[in-house]
């Protein structure tokens, strides 16, 4: 743990005015789809990848631009040549299809328009782009209206506003309190909010970084690395969805991940020795407590050696695993990056034989200390390492292990600074640079062999892979889990905006410690915690070796049988997550949404940090303080309907509502449709015969759709046309709701037979209801709400009113 840490303010302090500025443009080219301009000591690239995502790179120093992006970019194939060009005395301007740059010529300055003429960004008058030897720098100017979001896993609000944040992955067990910085992760992406005019920044650059969002009061904001290149994206709005979604073109998105990953996992450091495992497994079914992975934490392994196992603890991993997949139960094995300087241990022979370890200039291997004692450090910027360490994959996986959780891949080493020596080497396939360049990429490749090996060696399952380190586009590879929390109240609250703001940074499948990592849960912090973690993306309850027990039954019947309502609530949703996992992985829009993102014109909702939606349609309230019965919140807009008590409640206001122990508030958007399905004790344990719609109606002269993807949520198979889109839609009138359903993809045998049709706040009598032209006799209507059972194939159902 570095002592600076925790010296927050004033660190880094980075005086703008000595650096060197761009002078006015000398002269100019076009070529493609790129603008290039030359300066004084400095040129300039504006290159399209569409009307509105450009890049802008700068050299100087008298390099030449380097057009090489760190490994967070896909190969998107991007490009736009088709703008109008023009040049004025004063400035040079670009006009696309959905932009106007203009360029000042004198004291360069990029200003950005739109197709009506609203500037949208524009750099710092005083400054633009610059750089002091190593250093580059950005100043943009802004609005003290602007709202600031993304940044990846960060502490504080929703709004970043204010704050200086640094870009570099770091092993941060101290508290994570309001204003720590760093954690694990390195998300350099900015988004820029505004109601009507919203974009993004991604700083390429996987050199310590910094974003300055106003720290001191200063009429810029600004982002500036310790070395490599000036090298962002401008990625257009409007809207903060599309804002997100363009920014997936460029880092990519999630794929699709194996739907019991959704479900609930179980943890702790660590569970052994097998008799223990065995006894876990059989108290989850006995109780009947949902549950779909078990996390090995690494007293499983023999001396700390990763891929091995301790015989005397796990004599036979192999059966237990099988006994766990019987169950419904999958095993997830930790691994950390470093190697046992053992001269008998086979992976450290091999990395040294082969050349695989992170090496100084002189040659001498990097060797620091972490759980094993002395360690090496594979080098993950090598194609031949990733291969080597994706082939480990399958001597877990053909043990019967189905997800591997990368830890301590900062990488974090126990000395001063916490991580390997900047100075250390990485090859990088023959284009070497030192970790100060590949630092917070070191995870990220970890992840990216990891998920390569398990792809191959799973047979055409899809891997979980679980990480603490990362950078921009460790969706790709990965799952996130926010590090080492505590057992604080504070820390249930913390993660929200967190994981908010992950989700809008590219990361939708993430998630906290539920019950918190370090310190002693209690019942009530732990009943709490689950029913927040029942609508967070990744849902894993995992706690610190000295911990006392946190398992769902850990503290009595009282807290365990709300604990396991909630469970169970999660996998009632499962087929909606899922759903949303599958919007996120073709969009990259998140599932667990700030309000804002749904309610853009609501000023309530900008710096909104302690409730979210999941999806666009349900809002959730977690109640994140010890004794209270009673949570404030605010619904925008619109009628809402209490998911528990099927209450309507106007919204526009906030409220105070009951939230006893037992309760958390959950409010569905009147209009929307979800389904839901019967309680499950893990993924595949069943068909699913029955899939509840339900219709939570609005007004009359309402409309409402829902698009349902479904699959077999284990394979491939989806990616050669295997799966089903259905599209329910309803239109609500005075005298009838008529109920659409259209199979617009049908190659996958679904499980579900029937829906169950349920019809909330609905308040005329229904008369009669006709299922594809003919009359159905079984139904039942009470509390404003219709209810019947439908097979699947039909199409149409119209409810007559009265
Ligand atoms: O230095 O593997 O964040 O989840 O249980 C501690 C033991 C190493 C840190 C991880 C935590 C894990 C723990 N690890």
């Known amino acids: 743990m570095d002592s600076s840490q925790t010296l927050l303010q004033g660190k880094s302090r980075d005086d703008s005015s000595d650096y060197h500025k761009l002078s006015g443009i000398l002269d100019y080219e076009i070529k493609d789809n790129e603008i290039c301009l030359n300066f004084k000591h400095a040129s300039l690239a504006i290159k399209f990848l569409t009307a509105d995502i450009f890049r802008v790179v700068m050299a100087h120093s008298g390099q030449k631009i380097n057009y090489k992006s760190t490994d967070a970019v896909i190969e998107h194939n991007l490009t736009y040549d088709d703008f109008i060009f023009t040049e004025k005395d004063s400035e040079l301007i670009i006009k696309t299809d959905k932009l106007v740059l203009k360029l000042k010529k004198e004291n360069f300055l990029l200003q950005v328009f739109n197709q009506q003429g609203e500037l949208i960004h524009q750099d710092h008058s005083q400054y633009a782009l610059g750089w002091k030897k190593q250093k580059v720098r950005a100043w943009k100017s802004f609005e003290q209206a602007q709202r600031f979001y993304g940044l990846g896993e960060k502490t504080g609000w929703l709004d970043k506003k204010g704050r200086l944040y640094e870009m570099w992955n770091h092993d941060t067990f101290l508290p994570h309190v309001s204003d720590t910085d760093p954690l694990y992760q390195s998300i350099p992406f900015l988004i820029a909010f505004n109601p009507q005019n919203s974009y993004g920044i991604y700083f390429d650059n996987s050199y310590k970084s910094f974003f300055d969002l106003g720290s001191e009061g200063q009429d810029y904001f600004s982002f500036w690395a310790e070395g490599g290149d000036l090298d962002y994206y401008f990625v257009n709005g409007p809207s903060l969805k599309e804002v997100v979604s363009k920014y997936s073109q460029i880092t990519g998105t999630m794929p699709l991940p194996p739907k019991w990953s959704l479900g609930y996992h179980q943890s702790r450091y660590s569970y052994y020795p097998q008799a223990e495992v065995e006894q876990l497994l059989k108290t989850f079914r ?80 990097f060797i620091d200390k972490v759980w094993p004692g002395s360690c090496a450090f594979p080098d993950f910027t090598q194609s031949k390492v990733r291969d080597w360490w994706a082939g480990l994959q399958k001597d877990y996986t053909d043990l019967g292990v189905k997800g591997i959780w990368n830890d301590m891949n900062e990488p974090a080493a126990f000395n001063k600074t916490d991580t390997m020596d900047v100075e250390v080497m990485h090859q990088n396939d023959g284009d070497a640079g030192t970790h100060r360049r590949f630092h917070n990429l070191y995870g990220f490749l970890e992840d990216k062999a990891t998920f390569e090996g398990l792809k191959e060696s799973l047979n055409n399952e899809r891997p979980f892979v679980l990480t603490r380190a990362g950078f921009a586009g460790i969706q790709r590879y990965s799952a996130v889990w926010t590090g080492d929390n505590r057992s604080f109240w504070d ?312």
């Open 286 to 365: 006995d109780k009947e407590i949902p549950c779909d992975a078990f996390h090995f934490d690494i007293h499983y392994m023999d001396q700390y050696k990763i891929y091995t196992w301790d015989e005397d603890r796990f004599p036979d991993p192999e059966a237990m695993f099988a006994e766990m997949e019987e169950n419904g139960i999958k095993a997830v094995t930790i691994i950390d990056p470093g190697v046992k300087t053992d001269p008998e241990y086979k992976l450290y022979q091999q990395g040294m034989e082969n050349d695989y370890f992170c090496k100084y200039l002189d040659g001498r291997v």
């Open 491 to 802: 820390h249930i609250k913390l993660a929200m905006p967190m994981l908010m703001n992950m989700g809008l940074s590219g990361i939708t499948f993430c998630g906290t410690d539920v019950g918190g990592f370090t310190g002693n849960s209690n019942g009530e912090l732990l009943t709490r915690w689950t029913q927040m973690g029942a609508f967070v993306p990744f849902f894993r309850n995992h706690c610190e070796v000295r911990a006392i027990s946190q398992e769902p039954w850990s503290f009595g019947e009282k807290y365990e049988k709300i604990i396991k309502k909630y469970i169970e609530l999660r996998y009632k949703f499962i087929t909606h997550i899922y759903n949303l996992f599958y919007q996120a992985s073709q969009t990259g829009i998140p599932l667990m949404r700030p309000l804002i993102m749904e309610f853009p014109n609501d000023r309530e909702c900008q710096n909104l940090s302690d409730q979210f939606m999941v999806g666009d349609s349900v809002l959730v309230a977690p109640v994140y303080q010890p004794d209270k019965d009673k949570r404030m919140l605010y619904l925008p807009e619109g009628k809402w309907i209490d998911y528990w008590t099927k209450e309507v409640y106007q919204g526009g206001k906030h409220l105070i509502v009951d939230a006893p122990l037992e309760k958390m508030p959950i409010f569905i958007k009147a209009g929307s449709i979800l389904p839901l399905n019967d309680k499950l004790n893990y993924i595949g344990e069943k068909e699913i015969e029955c899939l509840e719609m339900n219709i939570f109606l609005n007004e009359e002269n309402n409309l409402g759709n829902y698009q349902l993807y479904d699959d077999d949520g284990l394979s491939y198979n989806y990616e050669n046309g295997v799966y089903n889109i259905t599209e329910f839609k309803y239109q609500y009138t005075d005298n009838q709701i008529i109920f659409n359903i259209d199979r617009k993809e049908q190659n996958y045998q679904q499980e579900f037979k029937d829906y169950k049709m349920i019809f909330n706040n609905l308040n005329k009598d229904p008369l009669n209801i006709y299922v594809d032209g003919n009359q159905l006799s079984e139904f039942s209507y009470s509390d404003n709400r219709l209810e019947f059972k439908v097979p699947v194939v039909i199409n149409k159902i119209t409810i007559e009113l009265s």
